[in-house]
T-cell receptor, first 114, second 111 residues
Framework: NAGVMQNPRHLVRRRGQEARLRCSPM?????VYWYRQLPEEGLKFMVY????????ESGMPKERFSAEFPKEGPSILRIQQVVRGDSAAYFC????????????FGEGSWLTVV | RKEVEQDPGPFNVPEGATVAFNCTYS??????FFWYRQDCRKEPKLLMS???SGNEDGRFTAQLNRASQYISLLIRDSKLSDSATYLC????????????FGKGTTLSVSS
């Protein structure tokens, strides 16, 4: 199955720890998107990346959050010094190119901050 | 004003009913439009793209009115398996921007 792969699927962190979420796009896809879904809320766009480039980070919180998509390896969403409000489902999606195509989602990473 | 707005519902309908969802978007430069479906604690999945001429896929019909910046989804002959949250999705323009999701409309079909 060459779908979008996210890991870990579930992650528990204590307040103040760091969370790292990984996303491997579908084979042949060079564009990665991260979305966050808070409980009972809709999907919020966070960041859009191509290999080694951040294209649009307009949805990223200004502090503690960062994302990368290196030349080799998965995309990583990093949350430093997590707080309870970071508890959410983080979905990664990928597409083969930017214009006009739909995007395909991974199964999500569920972060719980205790 | 949110970029994509939907009636959150829930819509509770019996099997066999016809149900319509509406969505409005605020950015007139938006170019691509979609409906996604999301089941509880699952990832969103593409239901169908939406074209200006309107398009149909089995029991599902999508319409787009660019002048009114309005998108609709009609589901005919509802099935129990249609119970889910339906997400209206807009791409701002073709030049490499991400998809923006509405909060979703929840549908519950009962027997």
């Amino acid at each position: 199955n060459a779908g979008v792969m996210q890991n870990p699927r579930h992650l528990v962190r204590r307040r103040g720890q760091e969370a790292r979420l990984r996303c491997s796009p579908m084979k042949g896809h060079s564009h990665v998107y991260w979305y966050r879904q808070l409980p009972e809320e809709g999907l919020k766009f966070m960041v859009y990346l191509q290999k080694e480039n951040i294209i649009d980070e307009s949805g990223m919180p200004k502090e503690r959050f960062s994302a990368e998509f290196p030349k080799e390896g998965p995309s990583i969403l990093r949350i430093q010094q997590v707080v309870r409000g970071d508890s959410a489902a983080y979905f990664c999606a990928s597409s083969p190119q930017s214009s006009g195509n739909t995007i395909y989602f991974g199964e999500g990473s569920w972060l719980t901050v205790v | 004003r949110k970029e994509v707005e939907q009636d959150p519902g829930p819509f509770n309908v019996p099997e066999g009913a016809t149900v319509a969802f509406n969505c409005t978007y605020s950015n007139s430069a938006s170019q691509s439009f979609f409906w996604y479906r999301q089941d509880c604690r699952k990832e969103p999945k593409l239901l169908m793209s939406v074209y200006s001429s309107g398009n149909e896929d089995g029991r599902f019909t999508a319409q787009l009115n660019r002048a009114s910046q309005y998108i609709s989804l009609l589901i005919r002959d509802s099935k129990l398996s249609d119970s889910a949250t339906y997400l209206c999705v807009v791409r701002r323009n073709q030049a490499g921007t991400a998809l923006i999701f509405g909060k979703g409309t929840t549908l519950s079909v009962s027997s």
